[in-house]
Each structure stands twice: as C-alpha cells, then as structure tokens.
C-alpha cells in the first residue's frame, strides 16, 4: 500500500510516500481501506519530534480515517452491528495516513446517513475529544449553572473549535469564542458563536463578563494554556470549570490556588490518544446516541477549510502551522 511516513522529525517536507505493507489486524481489530483522513495538530507534533505514538501504535501519524470495512474480528465489541463491506469512520491510535488502516472495532463507527467520505472522515478526532472535554471532563450543563451554562472556546476556528461551538450551540448553550482575525470571528459566529473575540484586538476576559452580566463562564474549552490560564480562572463563573487539551501557549502557568478555593473552581485536562480502548469505546457509543442524529438531521456538519491529495500531507502541514485555515484540513487517497 501507498503510506505518508515520517522520515525524521523535522518540518513538513519531511512527510514522504512511501511503499508499507498491508497491515494485519489483530483480535478485536479491522481493517478498512482508507478513502480520507483527517489533519490534526497532534500529527504536526508527532513529525516535529514531540508527540511519539503511544507504545505498540503505527509510526505513521494519522488519527482518522473514513473507509470501507474489509476484514478483521467482528466476534467482540461491535456495538453498532457492523459488517464486512460496510462504510465506516474510526479514531486511530495512529497510522492515518495510508491507503489501509487498522482500528480498534470498538472504535468504528457508521459512517453517518448522508455524509461523504472526506465528510465522515474528519469526525472522529475531533468530536471524541470535544464531548470527552467539554461534555464529559467539563460537564457542560450540570453545573452550578444548570441547563443554560456557558462555554468559551479558545482557538474556536481550528477543527475542536468550530465543534465545540456547533455541538454545544445545538445542545441549548450560549457559547462564546476566541479567533485571530475577523475573518474567523465572523466564521465562529456564523456556526453559533454568540460572540466572537478577536484576542489580538480585545480581552477576552472583558468581553465575557460584560455579557454575562459580570458571572464569567461556566466552562472553558483550552488549547492554549501557558499565561492564559491565569485571565482563564478570573473569566470563569462561581465553580466554573477549565478543561486544558493543549498547550500552544506553553506548559508552565502561575495559578493563585486561593481563586481556585473561594470560587471552587475546576482546573482540568485530558489527552485522548494513549486512553484505553474501552474508553474511547464508550465515548464512542455516546457520540452515536446523542451527536449522530443531530449530524445526520443537518443541525451540525463538519466544516472543511481544504481536501488535499495524499500525496500533498506536507502541504496540508505546512497551512496548519500557518492558521490560515478555518475547519479541517484533509487528505484523500
């Protein structure tokens, strides 16, 4: 099979095609034949030598894949039925980014009724770790604020953003959200951002109180961290919660744990990719039950900013590490 490999770590040009042998699934595993996969920011990491794979994972990056099911042990976790033929998207512990891909059973899912391949593709990553942070870690909805809780994402252009604002915009919650442009503000917006703060321009600590009548936010989506976290506690409501998937903005912060007493306030964070199977698998059945009816009704569809070749991941790369780019980047076999 063709395969996108990391030759060393290093920048986008590093990414070749390659010649791979057809991998072979193991128990519990399937293969399917990759028509698209997803572009993500832990794959830029991975190729700049800073996210290795998790122990026994492929070495070609790639998290996500749409395709066709066509062999493997279908005898175990199948909560969704699946079948030799079928069409399918799966989050991938690794090896995206070639013309065949093992998964995990437990971690496929039915492509959704009406999407496209490169549609259903760029899914997984994306919406497994926004209802683990947002929705499971950050409870959205059953805090103190109940029902009508709100959220701030940071970064809500980049793929996590715009679902976090679609998903939580479709399930009743007043959203707010940071972008660096108003190219993109006007896009969060767009997709149900109740306002957008341009973070070069405005504070967005300002900003979110100001329209929450002084209260802040009841749970903040975080990919930056760094000096963020600190303004992130003070936008934050009476036992509001801060969920950090990223660290763009640096690792080290400066907290004052007296804030986090007196206004019990959460400080939390997650990586999904090293996380045992039987919990992705649950995120996964979740996802099905509550996120796939509203994908397949049309009130939430995945935003893709540009399809590329396969043969083209270094320059899928290359305009993820500019932010040029609003959505997901995708490649196509």
């Known amino acids: 099979m063709q395969a996108i490999e990391i030759n060393h770590p290093g920048a986008a040009d590093v990414l070749q095609l390659t010649q791979r042998p057809v991998p072979q699934p193991g128990m519990g595993e399937v293969l399917i034949k990759v028509a698209a996969a997803g572009v993500n920011r832990p794959d830029v990491f991975q190729r700049q030598g800073h ?19 066509v062999e493997g042990d279908l005898t175990g976790d199948n909560p969704f039925g699946l079948k030799h033929g079928d069409s ?22 039915p492509v959704p009724t009406g999407f496209s391949m490169i549609e259903a593709a760029a899914l997984p990553e994306n919406y497994f770790t926004v209802w683990s942070n947002v929705f499971e870690r950050g409870q959205l909805g059953q ?13 809500g252009s980049s793929g996590i953003g715009v679902t976090a604002i679609q998903l939580a915009h479709a399930l009743g919650h007043r959203v707010f959200a940071t972008a660096g442009s108003a190219e993109k503000c006007a896009a969060c917006e ?11 321009e405005q504070d967005f600590v300002t900003v979110v109180k100001q329209a929450t009548d002084g209260r802040g936010v009841d749970v903040i989506l975080d990919m930056v961290a760094g000096d963020y976290i600190l303004r992130e506690l003070d936008a934050l409501a009476e ?11 640096g690792s080290k912060a400066s907290i004052d744990a007296a804030t986090i007493m007196r206004r019990r306030l959460t400080l939390t964070g997650s990586t999904l990719r090293a996380r045992p199977i039987a919990f992705k698998s649950a995120l996964g059945r979740q996802l099905h039950d509550k996120v796939w009816p509203l994908l397949e009704s049309g009130r ?8 590329f070749p396969a043969a083209e991941a270094a320059k899928a790369h290359a305009l993820m590490e500019s932010s040029a780019h609003i959505g ?3 490649l196509q076999w």
């Open 51 to 69: 996210y290795a794979p998790p122990p026994g994972a492929s070495d070609l990056p790639g998290l996500e894949v749409a395709g066709i099911l």
């Open 88 to 109: 399918v998207c799966a989050l991938l512990a690794g090896g995206g980014y070639a013309e065949y891909a093992v998964a995990p059973l437990a971690q496929c899912l």
């Open 143 to 155: 805090g103190e604020g109940g029902v009508h809780e709100t959220l701030l994402v940071q970064g």
């Open 190 to 200: 767009k997709l149900g951002a109740e306002c957008a703060i341009n973070y070069r």
């Open 239 to 249: 036992g509001g919660r801060l969920v950090v998937i990223a660290t763009l903005g």
């Open 300 to 307: 939430l569809r995945p935003v893709i900013h540009q399809v």
């Open 328 to 330: 997901k980047l995708m």
